[in-house]
T-cell receptor
Framework: DAGITQSPRHKVTETGTPVTLRCHQTENHRYMYWYRQDPGHGLRLIHYSYGVKDTDKGEVSDGYSVSRSKTEDFLLTLESATSSQTSVYFC?????????????FGPGTRLTVT | AQSVTQLDSQVPVFEEAPVELRCNYSSSVSVYLFWYVQYPNQGLQLLLKYLSGSTLVESINGFEAEFNKSQTSFHLSNPSVHISDTAEYFCAVLPSGSARQLTFGSGTQLTVLP
């Protein structure tokens, strides 16, 4: 499972509240990713990180921010949660080199915004 | 930019029957190709990948995929599926030489019936 954990695994929150999801890895991989999974859309990249304090936006970054102060932790924050952010969120890490490594996924966090 | 099209959202098939899950992609650069599988309530697992070399790649559980550059396809097949193969299957592409993200298709739900 490449040593990836996500917390919490399930969360229900109200519209307008901030929410932070945590991804933790145990193997010191440089690249980490946050995706959201929605029916009919597959997985879409929110943000990714290529090192401590180095992050970049993905396809659906609006309304989300990330931080990576340590190699092992990559945090995803919903600044003011909306119902459209109800989704399953997956963290991933990339093994190997920058251009040919494989991605391994965490178990996911199911977020419901009411 | 890249895009991935999975032509079938749902594929029901009887146990021990053959199956093909279709994947077509669009890219202006050469790409690496992946198939991921997601079992119910789990994260994604890498099933197989094409980076270079032989265009036919195999997994350990009977699935194989063939890269067809002229048709920009990477269809996944299995000559005899099992109940336990019931899952959602995602095709993904990564531009070769890129440190950026995978682009996923919308997924195909394979349901193996007894």
């Amino acid at each position: 499972d490449a040593g990836i954990t996500q917390s919490p695994r399930h969360k229900v929150t109200e519209t307008g509240t901030p929410v932070t999801l945590r991804c933790h890895q145990t193997e010191n991989h440089r690249y980490m990713y946050w995706y959201r999974q929605d029916p009919g859309h597959g997985l879409r990249l929110i943000h990714y990180s290529y090192g401590v304090k180095d992050t970049d936006k993905g396809e659906v970054s609006d309304g989300y921010s990330v931080s990576r102060s340590k190699t092992e932790d990559f945090l995803l924050t919903l600044e003011s949660a909306t119902s459209s952010q109800t989704s399953v969120y997956f963290c991933a890490i990339r093994t190997g080199g920058a251009t040919d490594g494989e991605q391994y996924f965490g178990p996911g966090t199911r977020l419901t915004v009411t | 930019a890249q895009s991935v099209t999975q032509l079938d959202s749902q594929v029901p098939v009887f146990e021990e029957a053959p199956v093909e899950l279709r994947c077509n992609y669009s890219s202006s650069v050469s790409v690496y190709l992946f198939w991921y599988v997601q079992y119910p309530n789990q994260g994604l697992q890498l099933l197989l990948k094409y980076l270079s070399g032989s265009t036919l790649v195999e997994s350990i559980n009977g699935f194989e995929a063939e890269f067809n550059k002229s048709q920009t396809s990477f269809h996944l097949s299995n000559p005899s599926v099992h109940i336990s193969d019931t899952a959602e299957y995602f095709c993904a592409v990564l531009p070769s030489g890129s440190a950026r993200q995978l682009t996923f298709g919308s997924g195909t739900q394979l349901t193996v019936l007894p």
